[in-house]
Structures are given as structure tokens and as C-alpha cells.
Nanobody, 122 residues
Framework: VQLQASGGGLVQAGGSLRLSCTAS????????IGWFRQAPGKERDRVSY????????YYADSVKGRFTISSDNAKNTVYLQMNSLKPEDTAVYHC????????????????WGQGTLVTVSS
């Protein structure tokens, strides 16, 4: 299983970025997929997950209304559109998969990628 994340970068507060994660080696539409993040010196935080089979989604309270998760099943790719970014969103964002949304909510991750760095300046 491979999860290749991209799209991170440096952006000013209030700006936008779109992260992408392309998955291979497993049944994309039979599992759940999404993102967690980890800032330096801090524990990881759940961000957003999606179940590609029925488009059920989860968002952490800290990102609701600002981030949107979506998937393109034909491309085995999940996206995270991040708007109105804040300095506290600065972290490495990791793509992660699990059996289903409930598993991801319990942080029962099967696989995760190396991540992409998002830096939001004030």
C-alpha cells in the first residue's frame, strides 16, 4: 500500500491550499481515507475523513466550515481543500486509511504516508 500526499506549502493566514493523496495497493472505494496532522512537539490531530463508497465525511471541529474533503474514485485520490487557513493549521498533514470511518475516528489506522508540510504565516 502506498499513499502519496502532495500540495503542501507556505501560505499566508487567510489563504488556501489543496492537498492531494493518491493511493495504490488497496481497494480505495472499500475503505475509508483521510487526513490527520501533527505539529512539531504536539500530538497528532484528526482532521477529516471520507468513505468513498457513500461520501460520508467527518471533520474535526477546528476545521469545520473551512476544509472540504472529497474523493475521485477513478483516480484513487482524495483531496483536502483548505480555505481560510490559520497559523494554528501549521503541521505535517498525513494521508491515512482505515477499514471504515468508525475505525478512523478511533484512530485505528491501517496505513499512512510520509505527509506534506503546511506552513501558515501570520
Amino acid at each position: 500500500v502506498q499513499l502519496q500526499a502532495s500540495g503542501g506549502g507556505l501560505v499566508q493566514a487567510g489563504g488556501s491550499l489543496r492537498l492531494s493523496c493518491t493511493a495504490s495497493g488497496f481497494s480505495f472505494d472499500e475503505n475509508a481515507i483521510g487526513w490527520f496532522r501533527q505539529a512539531p512537539g504536539k500530538e497528532r490531530d484528526r482532521v477529516s475523513y471520507i468513505s468513498p463508497s457513500d461520501n460520508s465525511t467527518y471533520y474535526a471541529d477546528s476545521v469545520k466550515g473551512r476544509f472540504t474533503i472529497s474523493s475521485d474514485n477513478a483516480k484513487n485520490t482524495v483531496y483536502l481543500q483548505m480555505n481560510s487557513l490559520k497559523p494554528e493549521d501549521t503541521a505535517v498533514y498525513h494521508c491515512v486509511t482505515g477499514w471504515d470511518l468508525i475505525a478512523l475516528l478511533g484512530e485505528a489506522y491501517d496505513y499512512w504516508g510520509q505527509g506534506t508540510l503546511v506552513t501558515v504565516s501570520s
